[in-house]
């Protein structure tokens, strides 16, 4: 039986039972904020890093299969003659103040006018290091369509979406936008929520593009979750592109972050294929040190494990092979 996840009418909840709070309390991460001394932002200024606006405006191959990580979780995908984005966060600040709060370690590689015509922007739930208030408000007025987990929805129209362009699903629901092209969104174990208020109100999700000749995978933000990456893996899987996130883990929020360890975990239940990580390298969300994420995974991965990790603004041509840029260096 597919997992589903559970709603009571105001609130959804993880399939597994699952902390977000900290096992050792808030005063213990308190003591670690103050004294523990990892690099938890770069000590240098890190760019400026530049996509090729150009480039990537020009009408998308039916063959094609590229991808453009613009920081965190937000990619430009390029699948099968369609161009996708996913998570847009231009913000400064992972916050809700533009003031205080998470902020960048370089600035977006290309600049939020010059993203090219979509044919989807994919989020996968409502933080606000995934989901970035004035960024949707600016894409609002395209007239391009949104697909979103349910009650994401809300926020959007909130934000000058025309409901018409909004389209909010459940695990498994798919859309088709042609024939022979379909999202999917598919389970994650995760939370959400805004404000104090307003917690697991709203669904959070993972994403699978089924194109004609390639199938993707969009992780989102998840915690180990064995079941449900075996069950997107034999129904959809073989991929030919996984992205995955990779920061911001640690033992006391283990349930909904996954980490490089675990990640992999999640790649070899999805069946493997070229693994491009997420959610790293771009704000200081955790205790580790900033490059901690990446330097893991390299060395866990081992050369069985297809890599690729481009330059923030790369764009990379999946079909070429592995990419270690060694930006973070």
């Known amino acids: 039986m597919l997992l589903q996840p559970r709603y009571d009418g105001k609130k959804y909840y993880n399939v597994l039972p699952t902390s977000v709070s900290p096992p050792s309390g808030y005063g213990a991460l308190l003591r670690r904020y103050a004294f523990e001394k990892a690099e938890r932002e770069p000590r240098l200024p890190l760019g400026p890093f530049r996509a090729d606006a150009i480039a990537l405006a020009a009408p998308v191959p039916a063959t094609a299969l590229r991808a453009t990580w613009l920081g965190h979780s937000t990619m430009l995908l390029e699948v099968d003659g369609r161009r996708f984005l996913t998570d847009p966060v231009w913000a400064q600040r992972a916050s809700p103040s533009q003031l205080v709060g998470p902020k960048r370690f370089f600035a977006p590689p290309l600049a939020l006018a010059d993203v090219p015509p979509l044919d989807g922007i994919l989020l996968s739930h409502d933080h606000y290091d995934h989901l970035d208030e004035a960024a949707i408000r600016a894409l609002a007025p395209r007239g391009e369509r949104f697909f979103c987990p349910r009650g994401v929805g809300a926020h959007l129209r909130r934000w000058s979406v025309p409901p018409a362009n909004i389209t909010a699903l459940t695990w498994w629901d798919?859309?088709?936008?042609?024939?022979?092209?379909?999202?999917?969104?598919?389970?994650?174990?995760?939370?959400?929520?805004?404000?104090?208020?307003?917690?697991?109100?709203?669904?959070?999700?993972?994403?699978?593009?089924?194109?004609?000749?390639?199938?993707?995978?969009?992780?989102?933000?998840?915690?180990?979750?064995?079941?449900?990456?075996?069950?997107?893996?034999?129904?959809?899987?073989?991929?030919?592109?996984?992205?995955?996130?990779?920061?911001?883990?640690?033992?006391?929020?283990?349930?909904?972050?996954?980490?490089?360890?675990?990640?992999?975990?999640?790649?070899?239940?999805?069946?493997?294929?070229?693994?491009?990580?997420?959610?790293?390298?771009?704000?200081?969300?955790?205790?580790?040190?900033?490059?901690?994420?990446?330097?893991?995974?390299?060395?866990a991965a081992g050369p069985q494990v297809p890599l690729l990790l481009p330059t923030p603004g790369q764009r990379v041509e999946v079909a070429a092979g592995p990419v270690n840029s060694q930006w973070w260096k």
Do not use: Y
């Open 174 to 299: 798919e859309v088709a936008l042609t024939p022979d092209f379909k999202l999917v969104a598919t389970p994650a174990r995760h939370f959400s929520g805004r404000g104090l208020l307003n917690r697991d109100s709203t669904l959070w999700a993972s994403w699978v593009l089924l194109g004609p000749q390639h199938h993707v995978f969009f992780g989102g933000d998840s915690g180990p979750f064995d079941e449900a990456f075996r069950q997107i893996g034999e129904k959809f899987g073989p991929f030919n592109l996984v992205m995955l996130e990779i920061g911001a883990a640690d033992a006391e929020w283990a349930n909904i972050h996954l980490g490089p360890d675990n990640a992999l975990a999640a790649h070899r239940l999805l069946g493997g294929g070229p693994l491009l990580p997420l959610h790293w390298g771009t704000f200081n969300l955790a205790f580790h040190a900033w490059r901690q994420p990446v330097q893991r995974l390299i060395e």
